[in-house]
């Protein structure tokens, strides 16, 4: 199969590692009506994601937390082209993918501050969130693993002819991982309606990619070894996301099999909230800062000539909203701590013996 | 009533499960020639290909599919060739499918069974393809485990755990395949976490589970004919874990002897010895004794497997030391 | 003596040992920035890119990498970040590197250390990071397991394991790592294999491991406050076992209660337990008790956790438990 | 780094699946004077492998059994550029790899048998054949498992600057594991000096290899996702193995990192010696006894000149001395059953508590 090419590349890029010719400062001009609707997404997110980092400088998450900043126009623009029976799924950096596909933003966010009424019941945490009523069936805390369950999923749709289609996100990191390997590999053996995407982002944890890749590119120049295209899109650019996702799921709906595909993106904060990301040079972080996702958009919507006011109201109800739901998230209760004890077994308990 | 091998039994249970539920689907390395222990065995033929899926040598990606599938509400059956090789996929196993359902809340269910060969019993497989390895499925809530001793036990424990809505690891034992039993002909479902008394005796309870139940059963036989009446229970399932049915018979034998392929540095054998040790104390009037598998990875050569392997002799040595050990304490 | 944390004392016995013997490498997921826990800083820069690997995230290739370099005469020591994280390399840990001596007939020797960060300790990382699987090692033989409850032992305890010619898994409790303590200066090795009674008592015998070390002491002060001395015996390796240390407490106090953070079904409790009453069975005046983490997968919100971990209160309840029992039952 | 291309093509290939275009049935004229020497040394192989089936299929051999029939040309043409000090590692499928570098054949035909004298003590058996003294650093019996470990290896000499090279023989059904992804990896990463050679006889157990990757070729296609070569050789043709992995050890040896080589070549028999290898077509099994190494080399040994008497009496010595050797062995005991409780640790032992 062949799907289309990744965005236009400005041919230059910002100096340095990482070096990434198809990620663009410029604005993203709107060629989609539903672009203003695609901002208000991202900018739910981007609200989201500062409040939970908010709440975990001040001590108020147990546990970890892996935001998404940065990436917000993969996670709402390859929601914005699933039906709403597809499949996703991805990793512990996953509020972002959950929100997206329409999970309660308030049982989310209860999960996060362990509250009754946590989208997990409080058993997963923000590593774990998931909603499979709408579709996000989990993120996964080791890299890789969830990889081959995408394949399942997809085998299931591809065993009942459902036209389901998986969408799986992963970190560049993750391509290192056996589990990524077979599951790819599986995938196109079996021609699995799966989209793999791989949110390159430069870095595992610490340690720039490029360290720990004998190829340059980690997704991309791994596909022909499983007799995929190399497709490559700018991450930050939620109409990019948009075509070349569409255009996957398109065929892998269609029958054509699986894609692997390499969206370019930057983390705006550290690995997880407690990282303060040292180890990355300042002007880096500055280069890429310009390329935010929901700057670009934004810069494109007032070139189309969307006033300013607007967008910034957009902003403003995002986190006026997220300030009020914090609130009614904490007058909640902890949970029951006998709910500790249910949900093991599908009897609803957690017995192994009589 | 049909005699049926054990290896014939498995793929019987595969059968009438897939023709009763158009869920149950099949996967693994060369399942669709019938396996390498032929335990699939004209299943491809009969359900087509939509039903039973060879897969590359990838068990991470074989289990992960089927978690995935489960997920998706099919009712996957995967085939891991040899149990050692829950290893290579380890993170599957005891990583994401027994805590999924959990970890979200219960929005999940993982209606899956993993099944292969396991244990040594003889056949010279050694260290990498010989092993015993329920012990590593206990080390994890939320994974049922099943290990049948006989045909119909292994019919009717694969067909009720295809049927569980939870995960199940059904540990077949590869020296068993070939025995020989009368399997009960219409639909045949042994409950799981129920034990069964395979042996009645009034002396000491030998606890078993798959191939040790048989070693026990001669045992017993052997010990009869130096007046030492053991009673001999056959677990079935590790997980759910049919404890009563052990401290009942404790309570009436006073005598406990464990008998596990598991090594003896941490075996099943020990979760049971612990429960008698805390639950059945003033019923105990003599130690608690476990015979397990030698505690050094498992050697090939016939003189040096057999030195290791858990063994009817050994039994019959434990049980009369204990019950001598017994009179001289209290005599 | 310095004053160091537990990841220090960490930092510090890699660095006394790589100065000792330039055979001493590390490997591992960010260990040259000084790894997430901070358990390896400064020794890229001390000793040079040769001797600290920076790898990519690939369990299998840094345990295997790790073997292989021992096989050949190396020294490694490899970080598996989190201990949940063994599942993604198992059958290196579990099939090959504990095997690999014996199957070859003693051609080769494998001196390496795998360690990283283990337990729950109640910090909120979950079933996928939270788990306590000193259990899982210890259903394999030939690989040892040390577990340091204190920074001196995480010292001590990770020198004799980059010393001994044994592959050797160190268990790091991450909610110990800044837990700080007066370490001896000069040279400091703990052999394996050698239990320590923390606080002496007659009543009965606390068993513990790692974070549990702490948990009972607090527990054993509380328990005075009621009359009940508490004896406490901190295992520091499970592989060597010193079970003649536990038999010998047990000799003295003739209660046992094992407290450890592997969940209740299968955990390395349940092997010291077994062993009390096959080997302490006449020594004992009361059932043996395990106090185990909750067997569930971990949940994540604080009073969840707090549920299933384990946790003075319930040793101390436990405890008092069986000495209320005992008077009944003896009374 | 760029090594020899592989042996010429003969553009056709037998038909049906496995079909290899590389791999003809022409003599191997000799253009390398020590062919009569790499002939014998295939004909040595030839009969032990010969003797351990007959052995097995009299009961006389305890475990599986996997022989090297037909790949012969591999482990000498390797071995052959081997210096003494470098490393070897290699499969269940693992005695032709053992005695090409010079394992003693008595020892290990007593392990196969059993008896005391085994080279790993009777705890090995056939699958896990070893023999550190002569650089074979044993015989793994999971698939894939020993590519980390090889890696390892070389990693050890690459920190110890020794310039020795580590050698991994594997399946073509490998190359489909995560351990197979995560050790090439690795090794491009760091710039090991290991030849990963990969012996593509076109099946895993019954299943074709064809049908379960997405690519035509397991190795050679996988080579660019770490940045490598793809090498291509005629496994059957020991003067071409000898050219193309001499070239990727010397690059190795001179600092130039890893290479992936694939070598296609066909089993003689079944998958393991209890196996009759019935689902392979006949007339595929012809077309490739017709390519059979010991054939070929032979035929170009006759071209070159040399009387078939003395090839003969290579053949018969090989065989003479086998079976004398069989009936040394099988007077031999059995291990002591003593010996099962030494070697765990390395103080000799087995005890695990006090
Ligand atoms: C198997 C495994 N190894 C290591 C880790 C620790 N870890 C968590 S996230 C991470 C980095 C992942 O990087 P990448 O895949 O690029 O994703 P990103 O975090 O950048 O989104 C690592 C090493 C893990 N969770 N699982
Ligand atoms: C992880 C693992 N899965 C499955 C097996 C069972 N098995 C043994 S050999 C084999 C086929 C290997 O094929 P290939 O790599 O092509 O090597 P060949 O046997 O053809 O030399 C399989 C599936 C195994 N030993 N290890
Ligand atoms: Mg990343
Ligand atoms: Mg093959």
Redesign the interface.
Known sequence: MSHEAASASDGAGPPGVPSDPDVPSDPDVPSDPDVPDLYARMSYLRAFEERADSLYRQGMIHGPVHLGLGHEAIAIGAASVLRHDDYSIGTYRGHAHALARGAPPEAVLAELLGRAGGICAGKGGSMHITSTEHGYYGSYAIVGAHLPIACGLAWAARIRHTSQVTACFFGDGATNIGAFHEAVNLAAVWRLPVVFVCENNWYMEYTPIADVIPVALPAADRAAAYGLDRIIVDGNDVQAVRRVVGSAVAAARGGQGPSLIEAHTYRLKGHSAADGGAYRPADEVARWRERDPLLRTRKGLLQAGLPAAALDEIDRQARDDLIAMTERVLAQPAPDPATAWTDVWDDGGWQWRN | MAELTYRQAIAAALAQEMARDERV?LLG??V??GG?FKTTTGLRERFGP?RV?????????I????????????R?VAEIMFS?????C???????I????????????M?LVLRGANGSGG???????GQS?E??A?????IKIASPATPAEAFGLLAAAIR???PVIVFEHKALYSRKEQCPDDEHVIPL?RAAVVRPGRDCTLVALSITVGICLAAADELATHGIEAEVIDLRTL??????AVLASVARTSRLVVVEE??G???????I???????A??D?T?????ISG????L??????????DVSVPRVVAGVRALLGQLRQ?TG
Not at chain 2, 84 to 88: I, L, V
Not at chain 2, 286 to 290: E, S, T
């Open positions: 689907v390395e060369d669709a020639s390498v939509d899926w060879n897969t590359p040598i990838s068990e991470q990606a289990a992960g599919a089927a978690m995935g599938a489960a997920m998706a509400g099919l996957p050692d090789f829950y290893a290579t380890w993170d599957q196993v005891a990583n994401e027994p805590k999924v359902r959990y970890m979200t809340g219960g929005q999940l269910s209606p056949l010279g497989f050694g260290s990498q393809h390895v012990n590593w206990m080390c994890v809530p939320g569980d809505n939870d976490g997980v759910p874990l049919d404890a009563a598991n090594p540095q941490l075996g099943w054998g020990a979760s010895a612990a429960i008698a040790a805390q639950e104390f003033y105990l003599a130690p608690v004794i476990r030698g505690n050094v990875p050697p090939v050569a016939a003189s040096l497997e057999a030195e290791v304490s």
